[in-house]
């Protein structure tokens, strides 16, 4: 293979990263897909163990967890010296995180202990999704070591077609069992498969080829400062800013959109994933001819315009209290651009402007930041929403309460997003 490397030991021969692209796509599957699938489940899950809302604020900071601990991902890939090592030790902790999630679960099979349960349910995801954090961030890294920046468009946009249609499945599958059997065995089942299908991902990485990781210090190693991060730079902070802007508004709105439906208009389970999943195939579309587009062009102006439609198009949810549910769906067509299609933009922008050497250190440190923020938010709107439960306020005709509220305020939170975008310009991050 060495006359198929580059000077950054990447592989340059597509035909080789012909099969990986795809690997990636079903191990992204099996070790994250079944968990965003679940996505909608937990608010069924946390009510019926007896949560509220507060709960569901709680679990919807998790998602800032994951963000919040990916800095140990660099510390893995240290500890291993090997992408493949990394991602199979972790994925070894997942399936027992998992496993132990669906125990609890079953211990409210007794009603004594469903507080417990409930409780243990909200602690264990947090472990879970801090796996998956520390998952994302060694993969991110292992791309960035394998795959050449003008092809990481190419390679990278089969892996997300891959992905979403596997967490669409999931998402059918979790969301039809969740209505046709609502039990504690039904909710239990679903993690022992999370637990599973961890351990199937460690198979599929050993077909994938390794890659020796280049690490840097999150602190100075001596004198010369060369091994350390360079925490001053523009772009890393600009970087870290947008995100912060993005995911604070998103993350907090999508923890409660599917109670709002619930409550709003006594959808079922089945019928949200339908809604949701119109996402799932407006992403397959644009994933298909968007790596080609990033590759010729960058990530960041993509990145740019997806972020302010998708971020404008939050407001549709308001627009719920005057044409009901018309607004959501073509939120859902809309949000197309985000999810997968956002995570690829946002993860390539990142490979872009980082530099090779510290790439996990620079993706882990700036998800500390996002990620204590993050859950912040998230708890802080199940506060919100509870304190705000019997506001209501009339408007052209309509009865606005305090979910329209909330999503007003999400939705200009994440709008301001674009602005970091627009100074960061074509600034790269400098090695420390």
Request: with cysteine.
């Amino acid at each position: 293979m060495a006359g198929q490397l580059n000077e950054h030991n990447q592989v340059t021969d597509r035909k080789i990263l012909q099969g990986a692209r795809y690997k990636f796509g079903f191990a992204n599957i099996l070790y994250q897909g079944e968990e965003i699938g679940l996505g909608p489940i937990h608010t069924v899950i946390i009510r019926a163990l007896g949560g509220g809302a507060l709960h569901i604020g709680i679990c919807g900071s998790i998602g800032g967890i994951g963000s919040l601990v990916q800095w140990v991902g660099s510390l893995v890939l240290r500890k291993y010296d090997s992408n493949r090592k990394a991602m199979n030790a972790v994925l070894v902790c997942g399936a027992l995180v998992a496993g132990l999630i669906g125990v609890f679960i079953l211990l409210a099979l007794n009603p004594a202990f469903k507080m417990y349960s409930l409780w243990g349910y909200l602690i264990l995801g947090f472990f879970l999704a801090a796996i998956s954090g520390v998952l994302w961030n060694i993969e991110t890294n292992w791309i960035g070591d394998l795959v050449p920046r003008e092809i990481l468009g190419w390679f990278t946009s089969p892996k997300w077609i891959v992905a979403v249609l596997g967490i669409f499945c999931f998402m059918l599958f979790f969301g039809k069992a969740a209505d046709l059997s609502p039990t504690m065995l039904t909710y239990a089942g679903m993690f022992f498969i999370v637990a599973a299908s961890h351990v199937l991902a460690i198979f599929l990485m050993l077909t994938i080829t390794d890659r020796v990781p280049r690490n840097a210090n999150f602190i100075s190693a001596g004198a010369s400062h060369h091994e350390r991060l360079n925490y001053k730079s523009l772009p890393l902070w600009c970087y870290i800013v947008f995100y912060l802007l993005w995911s604070s508004g998103r993350g907090a709105m999508g923890a409660f959109t599917t109670a709002y439906l619930i409550d709003q208009y006594q959808y079922s389970m089945t019928k949200i994933v339908f809604i949701t999943g119109i996402q799932s195939v407006m992403s397959i579309i644009i994933l298909r001819f968007l790596g080609n587009i990033t590759d010729k062009y960058g990530n960041r102006i993509p990145l740019l315009v997806v972020s302010g439609v998708v971020a404008g198009s939050m407001f549709l949810w308001v627009a719920s209290a005057w044409w009901g549910i018309v607004p959501v769906i073509i939120y859902q067509f809309l949000n197309g651009m985000a999810g997968h299609t956002h995570s690829m933009l946002g993860i390539n922008f990142g490979l872009e402007i980082f530099p090779d050497k510290g790439r996990a250190g620079y993706f882990g440190f700036s998800r500390v930041i996002i990620g204590g923020i993050i859950m912040a938010v998230s708890i802080g709107s199940g506060f919100f929403l509870r304190g705000m439960d019997h506001w209501h306020y009339r408007l052209w005709g309509a009865e606005l309460n305090h979910y329209h509220l909330f999503f007003i305020l999400c939705s200009l939170i994440s709008l301001s997003c674009i602005a970091p975008l627009l100074v960061v310009g074509k600034r790269t991050v400098h090695e420390g």
